[in-house]
């Protein structure tokens, strides 16, 4: 009976979560009213022919795949259970993972961001990382973008509503998001403003 248990959680992790995750974003932006700012220097770049990596904190994942101004990215992803789920809804999106984190397969992890951004592939990462400290850069995205070269684009979500929805993955982390009359704004930019690491 056990074995049966786990085969059915298995599935619904992998098999039925992550179509209803996607489908649940898209809903959501669909839900929206779009305003878009900063993007200016991000499509000049793509014009040009060249890649980015794309930051955002960690708290604001769930509707970055909306954001995403590019073709197609590597995104690091880590090698929790969770993190499985999160590779398979961003597949969804036509994104590929790449799996590691500050604590677990994280060299080998930005060995393969460096490798994919000196192949001309947009790479994204959340600074802040799935475990913490909220908003604080940690070192490996400037290390990254000194390897590869590519500049760094940091990407934001908020909505214009105070009153909102929580929903986590995460006890420090929270996405928000309103309940009624929706309105979104992502910034990006070609250039970051000064960050402290970590």
Known sequence: MSDLIKSCERWVKWSLIPPVGAAAIRGIARSMRFETRGQEGVDALYRDGRHIILAFWHSQQL?????YRGTG???LISRHGDGEIIARIIARFGHEAVRGSSTRGGAGALRA????GRSGRD?????DGPKGPRHV????IIHLAKATGLPIVPLAFACSK??????GIATW?????RQACFSMEIRSRSHAKPMRPH
């Open 113 to 116: 961001l460096i490798k994919l």
């Open 173 to 177: 982390s929270h996405f928000r998001f």
């Open 162 to 167: 105070k009153n909102s929805l929580r929903a």
């Open 123 to 127: 790479v994204v990462v959340t600074p």
């Open 137 to 140: 850069v940690k070192l490996g």
């Open 63 to 67: 509707m970055i795949p909306i954001g």
């Open 73 to 75: 990215s590597h995104v």
